[in-house]
């Protein structure tokens, strides 16, 4: 079936360098392709998506990049900073034969200060 | 305000004992879903629905129900709960209509079970 490797799980960066998080999806047919962020004991908020006919959208310090041909999506953190320490999820839109969401294993980030 | 509701947001209960998990949306959302969380594994989907009426299976849906008799409202339930239902909740919601892209999900607060 369809699935969502990220990698890595755990990341560990300093205060002020950049973090970069990276999925790899197996349905060509995802179209769509949120990142999610969860703070301890909170539920997950979207930060940033694109869709399948943009390869690069940037929010501030927030950048996600995508390769519809290797099928893999990247999360970049510029000048990271202590409160941008919590779990991020990479996600697609899956419509081949159903429409689900499916999401990655998650990637645990710490800034260190 | 725009928002997803849950209830409980804990529960502490009995192997076999029937339980329902509320989950309202108020934004006129046609996709609702429920996920599960466990440590390492991410957000599985257990169901969702497109529209009133309308469910379908995610990834993990053994052990669980769901309906979809209003638009607001969709409901999980566990007719014989079991230790390994014991995880963290999410309903959510989106826009999301079938032949559409994805959209944002919303998410509610979260239900923590333990099922002993």
């Known amino acids: 079936g369809e699935n969502v490797e990220q990698h890595p799980s755990t990341l560990s960066v300093q205060e002020g360098d950049s973090a970069v998080i990276k999925c790899t999806y197996s349905d060509s047919a995802s179209n769509y392709f949120p990142w999610y962020k969860q703070e301890l004991g909170k539920r997950p908020q979207l930060i940033i998506d694109i869709r399948s006919n943009v390869g690069e959208k940037k929010d501030q310090r927030i950048a996600v990049t995508l390769n519809k041909t290797a099928k893999h999506f990247s999360l970049h953190i510029t000048e990271t900073q202590p409160e941008d320490s919590a779990v991020y999820f990479c996600?697609?839109?899956?419509?081949?034969?159903?429409?689900?969401?499916?999401f990655g294993t998650g990637t645990r980030l710490k800034v260190l200060a | 305000e725009a928002q997803v509701t849950q209830n409980p947001r804990y529960l502490i209960t009995v192997t076999g004992k029937k339980l329902t998990v509320t989950c309202s949306q108020n934004m006129n959302h046609e996709y609702m879903s429920w996920y599960r969380q466990d440590p390492g594994l991410g957000l599985r989907q257990i169901y969702y629905?497109?529209?009133?009426?309308?469910?379908d299976k995610g990834d993990v849906p053994e052990g669980y129900k769901v309906s979809r008799k209003e638009k607001r409202n969709f409901p999980l339930i566990l007719e014989s709960p079991s230790p390994n239902q014991t995880s963290l909740y999410f309903c959510?919601?989106?826009?999301?209509?079938?032949?559409?892209?994805?959209?944002?999900?919303?998410f509610g607060p979260g239900t923590r079970l333990t099922v002993t």
């Open positions: 629905s497109m529209n009133v009426e309308v469910t």
């Open positions: 996600a697609t839109w899956t419509t081949s034969g159903t429409y689900k969401y499916i």
């Open positions: 959510a919601s989106t826009r999301t209509a079938a032949g559409t892209g994805g959209n944002e999900q919303y």
